[in-house]
């Protein structure tokens, strides 16, 4: 049971930090377009004031409040530990990256981070310890409906982008690539990271006790 924890958290604390790696570089490619969540953000700021950040807390808190009336049950402790351990991630990641001036490079930064941040996403949300407040969403969309997860993803982003684009929030090829293809992405490496879980807990219930951590 606690390397099973240990191994969970590991996938957790791992996912979240491979997944803002991502995020940082589609950020990076800024000149291509922002994601549609960050497109509905920079609507509300430019609508209704406050800071593109306040919004992002009060958009993850709202969808907090509505998964948990889907579910009928409180936020796992995992949901708020991504909002606050994602954000400090994607700050030291974007302290830490040279900014992209050319074109091609900013192409090249968009498409390592949309597959970057798809693995990320799969990673963290594998353990089961909580998921952030749009993958929470998503993963009920997806057990309500039936239908796969690259399809609820593109829809749930593709909402976000329209209303922050009749917000007035910019849209661009880079934003219609991430709601496209992350949750395709997605749809292949949550099972993935299930497996490698479940193969790493087994393999160590399987060693004699001296040759256990």
Do not use: C
């Not at 589609?26 to 969540?37: E, F, H, N, Q, T």
């Not at 997806?142 to 929030?169: D, N, Q």
Request: net charge positive; hydrophobic share 55%; charged share 10%.
């Amino acid at each position: 049971m606690k390397h099973s924890l240990m191994y969970r958290w590991l996938f957790f604390l791992g996912g979240l930090a491979v997944m803002a790696f991502g995020f940082t570089l589609v950020i990076k490619a800024d000149r291509l377009g922002i994601s549609p969540w960050d497109v509905l953000h920079v609507g509300l700021f430019l609508n209704f004031g406050l800071t593109i950040g306040t919004w992002v807390i009060l958009a993850g808190l709202v969808l907090i409040a509505v998964s948990s009336i889907a579910t009928h049950s409180l936020p796992q402790v995992g949901t708020f530990l991504n909002m606050l351990f994602t954000g400090a991630m994607i700050d030291f990641y974007n302290f830490i990256l040279p900014n992209f001036e050319t074109l091609t490079a900013q192409s090249v930064t968009l498409v390592l981070g949309i597959f970057i941040s798809g693995l990320g996403i799969g990673i963290y949300v594998a353990p089961k310890i909580g998921a952030g407040p749009r993958d929470s969403i998503m993963l009920i969309l997806v057990e309500k409906t039936g239908l796969s997860i690259s399809i609820v993803r593109a829809g749930i982003e593709t909402l976000a982008a329209i209303a922050g684009w009749l917000l007035g929030g910019p849209v661009g090829v880079g934003t219609i690539a991430v709601a496209l293809l992350t949750g395709r992405i997605v749809q292949y490496t949550l099972p993935m990271s299930e497996r490698w879980l479940k193969k790493l807990i087994e393999k160590k219930s399987e060693l004699p006790p001296v040759l256990k951590l």
